[in-house]
């Protein structure tokens, strides 16, 4: 198991970079898995280490949900997990990158199938 955060109004804490935090229902910077944490108190950390006011991270709730061995938490995971209220457009992110995989999975079959002549 591990730790993702959810906040009441902003979703699910996708990750943090360029100094900036993405929630699902926010800005989910086009991801579809979000980071998860060892425990609750390494989570609290990270939240912690970021400019959150006390009474946002007041606001943020720990939930365990089941792990494929890695530290990105799936959309169908998140699901499980009792959070489909919480995607925001995840499940769309993931829906389109399985649509681009298949059209250039698609695309590049083709061209190893096509004779010139």
């Known amino acids: 198991?591990?730790?993702?955060?959810?906040?009441?109004?902003?979703?699910?804490?996708?990750?943090?970079?360029?100094?900036?935090?993405?929630?699902?229902?926010?800005?989910?910077?086009?991801q579809y898995e979000i980071v998860s944490f060892d425990s609750e108190a390494d989570a609290q950390e990270v939240l912690a280490s970021m400019s959150f006011t006390d009474s946002f991270i007041a606001e943020c709730t720990y939930h365990d949900v089941v792990s494929e061995g890695g530290v990105y938490i799936s959309v169908a995971n998140l699901k499980a997990a009792g959070l489909t209220e919480y995607?925001?457009?995840?499940?769309?992110?993931?829906n389109?990158?399985?649509?681009?995989?298949?059209?250039?999975?698609?695309?590049?079959?083709?061209?190893?199938?096509?004779?010139?002549?």
């Open 1 to 30: 198991m591990r730790t993702v955060i959810r906040h009441k109004t902003d979703g699910l804490f996708v990750g943090h970079g360029m100094g900036l935090a993405f929630f699902s229902l926010l800005d989910s910077a086009g």
């Open 87 to 94: 995607l925001g457009d995840l499940e769309a992110n993931y």
């Open 96 to 117: 389109r990158a399985v649509l681009e995989s298949s059209a250039s999975g698609a695309m590049a079959s083709t061209a190893a199938n096509t004779t010139v002549h």
